[in-house]
């Protein structure tokens, strides 16, 4: 579905990583691993084709969700809004009611982002993952800011989404909280 050969990116004077080699395959996931300032961010970006290396290849083979650590939200806009504009964006027609619903979100869906909670500004961001249905999910700290209850509602999306033959790259401290194919560590 993606793999990546030999990559490698500067920052500044100093080589960030190289040399890493990583692929994904239907029904895989794959977590990295390490310290903060290792770069996970840098080599999701670079595996999403929003940052160039300095050296390697990505060879991507199925479209996917960039899921960031910051949330992208409008501060002005609602749940419900920016879920319609995603939904319009990408020609979905998915039931964005049942979507506010599974994530947790139908009280507070016409709450602006500004106020919301950091829990429901993620639940929003991941929303997008239930709008269109791609193969890979590119996923920084997905869990940052979520309760047990949407922590297990997260678990249970990736269960599904690997169970129907997708695949997820996810940047995680801690426990994953799944059974990862490989951990990849910088
Ligand atoms: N555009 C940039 N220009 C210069 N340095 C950058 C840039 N982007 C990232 N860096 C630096 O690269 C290093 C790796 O950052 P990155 O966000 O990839 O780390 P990370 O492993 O995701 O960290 P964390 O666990 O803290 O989220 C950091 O020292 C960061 O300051």
Do not use: C
Not at 156 to 168: E, F, M, Y
């Amino acid at each position: 579905m993606l793999s990546a050969t030999n990559l490698g990116i500067l920052r500044g004077e100093r080589v960030l990583f190289e040399g890493v080699s990583l692929s994904v395959a239907p029904g895989e996931a794959v977590v990295l691993r390490g310290a903060n300032g290792a770069g996970k961010t840098t080599l999701l970006r670079i595996l999403a084709g929003l940052t160039r290396p300095e050296a390697g290849h990505v060879d991507r083979q199925a479209t996917h969700h960039w899921i960031g650590h910051r949330e992208g939200l409008k501060p002005h806009e609602t749940p419900r809004a920016h879920l319609k504009l995603w939904a319009q964006a990408w020609g979905s027609d998915a039931d964005i009611d049942a979507i506010l619903g599974e994530m947790g979100l139908s009280r507070p869906s016409e709450v602006a982002a500004r106020y919301l909670s950091a829990g429901q500004r993620r639940r929003t961001a991941l929303a997008r993952l239930m709008l269109d249905q791609r193969p890979l999910w590119l996923l920084d700290e997905p869990f940052t800011a979520l309760d047990a209850e949407g922590r297990e509602q997260l678990l249970a999306l990736v269960a599904n989404h690997r169970q129907s033959g997708g695949a997820v790259i996810a940047a995680i401290h801690g426990d994953a909280g799944f059974a990862a194919s490989r951990e990849v560590t910088l």
